[in-house]
């Protein structure tokens, strides 16, 4: 007899996530996270739409799923429809585990390492609060960060803001000593011009990577910014499909971060991850995200041979409400050791979400909006 999907959910949680609950008609559930920051309740309405045509399927079918999903349509692509895609993606791929008793990366093709390093975010807007926050990561035994540049940066940045920077990055590199890494966020608040400036300068202070030099609209150019500098680049939470990091990967960027919850899901990240390799290029998926997120990334990491480091949110400074490990019923697999994560070895995503706890988050959701920033003219500058 064959099992077919019954029930697909979404839920939108504090501080900012979605996560899209499917169940199949024996009562097995799946779990993935579809979080779009600020755009919860458009991507739930995607998922409602998508709904109407998993229901009465075969949950097995992952690939064909994925392919009507993303490709039936004549109108498609872009973040709110593959986020939509990539919750789904997530839970059907948990769900697959579950069935056939296996963690994700064991469908995958099994795993290539027994552990993934992790890096934690820190804020701080002065030498002084880096060093702190870079203490206190360290203490939870991770061995890289990463941090912001800067604020809002003005166009042609002055040399004011290019020192701040400089000043920031040679307190984390003087907090972390040689042995430990740290990774430096432009966020695309700059130009390419001010970029191409400050990556010189940050040079003798060897940073992990550069991440999203410029705006992912502006990604016609980052072969300029690649060429300037010998530290690497990343960039791609805001790239969506294969054919989207194509031409950064052919501009020489050294670092895909495809987030799992945008791009996808399992299934495109996987292929993501495998163009990437083509050119000599690694990934460290995106994932300032929830519980089901970080889990995604770690089932793909650890079956994916140029895996480089994974991003992951538990204790950041801007989740407010709610906690990564807070809809998690047994927080062990999420747990640090050595600087990472140990492999992953639950079946499907690998842990156990309360669904009493995000039933009754969901009944409190606030819609999250990330603040509109001003430059001193009144013109928008990026956030």
Known sequence: MTVIIDRVESFPIAPRWLFVRIETDDGLVGWGEASLEGYADVVRAAVDQFAEYLIGKDPGLIEDHWQVLTKSQFYRGGAVLASAVSGID???????????GVPVHDLLGGAVRDRIRAYGWIGGDDPAEIADHIAAQ???????VKMNASGRMNRNGSMAELDAVVARVASAR?????DRDFAVDLHGRFTLATARRLAPLLEPLHP????????PENSHVIERMVDATTIP???????YSRQEFLPVLQAGVAIAQPDLSHAGGISEVRRIAALAETFDAVIAPHCPLGPLALAACLQVGFATPNHLI????????YNKGAEVLDYVIDTAPLKF??????????AGLGIE????????????WETWQNPIWRHADGSVAEW
């Open 337 to 346: 050791v050595d600087g990472g994560f140990e492999l992953l070895t639950g």
């Open 138 to 144: 360290v203490e939870v035994g991770l061995t890289a």
């Open 174 to 178: 003087a907090t972390l000593g040689p």
């Open 90 to 100: 997530q839970a059907l791929w948990d769900l697959k585990g579950k069935r056939l």
């Open 353 to 364: 979400i309360d669904e009493r706890a995000v039933r009754e988050a969901s009944s409190r």
């Open 310 to 317: 994974q991003e992951q949110s538990i204790g950041i400074h």
């Open 233 to 239: 680049i990343a960039t791609g939470e805001r790239l």
């Open 208 to 215: 992990f990577f550069i991440e999203e030099p410029v705006v």
